[in-house]
């Protein structure tokens, strides 16, 4: 588990507005994973079989991520990047294009074929939708980061473990790859101060068009 201060908790809401919001939260989160689950098993059987014809390796990429409070927990994703990956990520490090501890490359050589259009159109994500389920991460919230990523966040970057990790946010919709590592926590921040149900929807429906193709996605 990351270290973590409860002085860092913010509380944008009002007590009474926090526990409805919380519990309304969750009921969406819930409701969200078993809909999208259900409607989507087309998709992903027709994933697993693309994955397992393009390249070798598990269909599934799972990863340690820090969620509320610090605490770590294994992301899933489908895998888009050859099973060497993350061996050959230190031989890429001169490459980085994101500021900050993360690392991202817009036309990483590790990413499959397959891997290129389920990354485009974020259903490489998909998998993640059992993390909603088992309460680790929620529909919208700050994307989880890496162990090694959070050890180095300057301290205000920390706020971002206050709430649960999500599968959308800001980031998500604002360019991604196209938004420097400094404006990335910014804007997560600035989802924990403003978050309500409202925002929560919007952002999720949003989200709908990267399925289309996002040009910034890779």
Known sequence: MITYTKDRVSEPLTKDNKILYNVFKRLIDILGAIVGIVLLVPVYV????????????????????VGLKGKIFKMYKFRSMIVNAEELKEVLKDANEMSGPM?????????????RFIRKTSIDELPQLINVLKGEMSLVGPRPSLPEEVEKFDYWMLERLD????????????????????????????YIKERN??????LIFKTFWVLFGDKHAS
């Open 103 to 115: 690392f991202k490359i817009k036309h990483d050589p590790r990413v499959t074929k397959v891997g």
């Open 163 to 190: 709430v649960k990790p999500g599968i959308t946010c800001y980031w998500q919709i604002r360019g991604r790859n196209n938004v420097s590592f400094e404006e990335w926590m910014k804007l997560d921040i600035r």
């Open 197 to 202: 149900f409202f925002l929560d929807m919007k």
């Open 46 to 65: 027709i994933v697993i079989i693309a994955i397992k014809l393009d390249s070798k390796g598990p269909v599934i990429f799972s990863q340690n991520r």
